[in-house]
């Protein structure tokens, strides 16, 4: 378990969405911003984030990202 790991309560709005998103399956950026309605730079920050935090990986050097470990299940 990373040293970073979010709380439940640390997550922002557009977290919780990427992260319903992201428990369907794996997905890239670009699908994200279709499916949630976020602005590119919104995602590509909050992934960053959640990555760090060890919620997220990049699971493919094509860009997807897949969850990991969803701080909402703590």
Do not use: F
């Amino acid at each position: 378990m990373s040293a970073t790991m979010m709380e439940a309560d640390e997550l922002i709005e557009s977290d919780r969405e990427i992260l319903d998103e992201l428990q369907k399956g794996r997905c890239t950026p670009a699908v994200l911003v279709d499916w949630t309605g976020l602005s590119k730079q919104t995602i590509h920050n909050r992934l960053n984030v959640l990555v760090a935090a060890g919620h997220v990986e990049k699971a493919h050097d094509s860009g997807l990202y897949e969850l990991v470990d969803d701080p909402r299940d703590d």
